[in-house]
């Protein structure tokens, strides 16, 4: 489905007709392909209100293209507003906050935020998407070439295989129309009932084999959602496969209709989970234009400041998707700058755990495991659940730690103190994605290395590692005594290769408690977590012996050893030395992007005989039963021995770290140990967010200040975050306390009376 639909139709100024454009209608021309709009004009802009959109044909396709709301073409969005373009009709689980009409000031910023996202490259050109277009076809094309052939194949008469369908749908992030330049693209293979999964990755592969387009061809069968992997002529994509009950694949096939879940397996359910959420989220937005140029903002500020990872806790392109779609859900006539602040706003205010829903969850007899606490006790222990829209629902963020939440926490209230400033005009939206400064942040971290001989071999180690770092920041999370395990979802090859070695490195920011005389060791966590991988890797058959994984401890100053200085000053604040978690310097780098000379980690290092050696078996791991905090650089190597027992000469060492408080005491006995006499702590400098808005405003802005005290404490805002009289979701609130790591689970207080007692 082309993106391009959604903001505007002709290239003419933002907010006007183009001079060639009648007042009604239009033209949206792009490969062939027509598709006529209207419009209306309301407050000094332009709004786009799609109805009798049908398919976007393709040239040189066999129908229609590929994706749209459900199914191959672009569906009119559910009407909800006036002639006027204003939405009067309630989205979502409460009713809208406000549904007062953008201001001129609020369209001035928004189209000072489509500028600077601009600035940052995140839009495609029209023949980078014309490319992407043509992609697509072909690829569709080569699917229905197959399905045919394998119909003849199993002995079905040709002019019936003719006509059995099957095609390609989109979805993520260029289903939704965010998608940024070199973007990959997720597609779903549909076919009909006759087609296994079997012939998908067997004869399928062997003909995309074939093609002179297509590189770096994978075939992951055995994973969780089994999918192909490869760059179809310079563009990465990701495909499934899902076979429906049909004999036929409609060309109009609406992949929303709950129906076609009726006697599917498990792996066809998820495959086709993706389209399904995706086009739900777009089914329930008052205003696609505002919702995509407000997710494209979210996501770059996401990306910037190292909370957008699915896969290490913090929270994956649909679960962003869904948390602006509910804002614009909250708010739905704001212009998009209007909806970055609100969305900061709600998020900064919001009661975890209480899930985050866009519409009241489907109930179906197809008997397939949904999200649900009342039932399902490991839901209860989610700490930030956000329910996917589409049946069967699921929690998009199970992987979210105590930690990852706390860090989010944290960003959503200083995005709030930003997103103040620009709207008084205080700042800009540079501003808002400037990165924050991690290596600042911390002085104490760990250093997960993952090591091979070989790309290929790394490729495939690389990802095992990172997913399950959370793993090892859960086990770090038990100790009382570290308030944050922080992971840099940023991996960085290291700065002095060694060898032939390709190496990938993670780095975990630790806070202590500011506890007196605690040790804490550290030995079976990272014992655990090396295990773990090793028999992971063994299990899915991936382990070569060239597989290693080192866990190291390293303090601030000892960073440079193993990053270049211009990756520890890039987001340095110059003139100020405390730790500060306000983000101080202008992006430089491609926005949003990790590096991905650190993703594949194609260099080395060598070893650092000032960090204290771990030493295990199995994997070249190197976890021994220490890891020791010191300052004294004459004594920061530990000495082990084969069997991973530290020198007794270690035994009585103790240092006392003049930089950050931290006495280090390293035993023979039950591992290294650290007390905490001051410790590190977050320099938060965010504006407050609690019940009065949370506005550091000067005095000149009380207006500001009692106006955003009164949204907060209206009884609209309290409903919508869950908690006002006439909050209606029935769903189990449950309070997980991290101060003593103990799961309280009691009825809410906005359940009805029978629904709480019943609880």
């Known amino acids: 489905t082309p993106p391009s639909v959604c903001p505007r139709p002709a290239a003419g100024p933002r907010g006007r007709r183009a001079p060639h454009e009648s007042p009604q209608t239009g033209q949206l021309t792009g490969l062939g392909a027509t598709a006529t709009f209207f419009r209306a004009d309301t407050a000094q802009r332009t709004m786009v209100l799609w109805e009798n959109v049908r398919s976007f044909p393709v040239a040189g396709g066999r129908g229609d293209l590929l994706g749209g709301n459900g199914g191959g073409a672009l569906q009119p969005p559910q009407q909800i507003g006036s002639a006027t373009g204003i939405v009067d009709k309630t989205l979502g689980m409460t009713s809208a906050i406000s549904t007062a009409p953008p201001k001129p000031s609020d369209l001035q910023r928004t189209d000072e935020l489509e500028e600077t996202l601009r600035q940052f490259g995140l839009f495609e050109s029209e023949e980078e998407l014309a490319h992407r277009m043509e992609v697509l076809s072909k690829i569709n094309q080569l699917v229905k070439k197959w399905i045919y052939e394998v119909s003849i194949k199993k002995n079905m008469p040709s002019s019936v295989a003719e006509n059995v369908g099957g095609k390609i749908y989109t979805f993520g992030s260029y289903r939704l129309g965010v998608h940024t330049k070199g973007a990959d693209i997720d597609t779903l293979c549909v076919a009909p009932r006759h087609i296994e999964r079997s012939d998908f990755f067997a004869s399928f592969v062997e003909l995309l084999r074939q093609q002179e387009e297509v590189k770096d061809l994978r075939a992951v069968e055995e994973a969780f959602v089994p999918v192909i992997k490869m760059t179809f002529d310079g563009i990465e994509l990701d495909m499934l496969f899902a076979r429906l009950a049909l004999k036929d694949i409609p060309e109009d096939q609406d992949l929303r209709d709950v129906n076609i879940l009726k006697n599917l397996d498990q792996k066809c359910v998820r495959s086709l989970n993706g389209c399904r959420v995706t086009d739900e989220i777009l089914h329930l937005v008052p205003n696609r234009e505002t919702f995509r140029l407000a997710l494209r ?3 770059l500020w996401a990306k910037r400041h190292g909370v957008y990872s699915n896969v290490l806790g913090y929270l994956g392109g649909v679960s962003w998707a869904m948390l602006v779609a509910r804002t614009c859900q909250l708010y739905p006539n704001a212009a998009a700058a209007t909806l970055v602040h609100k969305f900061f706003l709600v998020f900064s205010q ?12 489907e109930e179906s007899r197809l008997g397939f495991p949904v999200w649900d606490p009342r039932v399902n006790v490991a839901d209860r222990f989610h700490l930030m659940p956000i329910i996917t829209p589409a049946y069967p629902q699921q929690n998009s963020t199970f992987n979210v730690s105590v930690s990852t939440l706390t860090i989010m926490r944290q960003e959503f209230k200083q995005g709030l103190a930003i997103t103040d400033e620009i709207m008084l005009r205080r700042s800009d939206w540079m501003k808002l994605f400037e990165p924050p400064n991690f290596f600042g942040k911390y002085k104490h971290f760990i250093v997960l290395m993952a090591s091979t001989q070989s790309k290929e071999h790394h490729l495939e180690w690389y990802g095992l590692v990172e997913s399950k770092i959370r793993i090892l920041i859960s086990n770090l999370e038990r100790h009382p005594y570290i308030a944050i395990a922080h992971v840099n979802p940023e991996s960085f090859p290291p700065s002095e290769p060694e060898g032939d070695k390709l190496q990938s490195m993670w780095f975990i920011g630790l806070q202590f408690n500011k506890t007196e005389h605690v040790n804490i060791d550290l030995t079976y966590d990272t014992r655990s977590f090396v295990d773990t991988v090793k028999r992971q890797a063994t299990a899915i058959n991936i382990f070569k012996q060239d597989m290693e994984v080192d866990i190291k401890y390293v303090r601030r100053r000892e960073l440079v050893r193993y990053l270049p200085q211009s990756v520890l000053n890039r987001c340095k604040k110059k003139g100020n030395k405390t730790t500060n978690t306000t983000p101080n310097s202008t992006p430089q780098n491609s926005p949003g992007m990790t590096s991905q000379a650190g993703k594949k980690a194609l260099s080395s290092s060598r070893s650092d005989s000032a960090l204290l050696g771990l030493v295990g078996d199995g994997m070249g791991g190197t976890v021994g039963n220490d890891i020791a905090l010191t300052s004294d650089d004459s004594c920061s190597s530990l000495s082990v021995t084969a069997s991973g027992n530290p020198a007794s000469a270690a035994q009585h060492k103790r240092k006392l770290d003049p930089e950050s408080g931290v006495d280090v005491a390293v035993s023979s006995g039950g591992g290294g140990g650290v007390t905490n006499t001051g410790g590190h702590s977050y320099n938060n400098q965010c504006a407050g967010s609690g019940g009065s808005g949370g ?35 029935d769903l189990p609130f449950l309070d997980c306390s991290a101060a003593d790591s103990q799961l309280q689970v009691s009825a809410p207080p906005y359940l009805p009376r029978d629904a709480a007692s019943s609880w």
């Open 297 to 299: 903002a979210i996501k």
């Open 350 to 361: 919001w009661p975890w755990p209480k899930p985050v829903l866009l519409k009241q969850p």
């Open 695 to 729: 506005e550091e405003a000067n005095d000149e802005d009380g207006a500001s200040k009692r106006c955003r005290s009164d949204e907060v404490n209206s009884a609209a805002f309290m409903d919508a975050i869950g908690l006002g009289k006439n909050s209606n979701s």
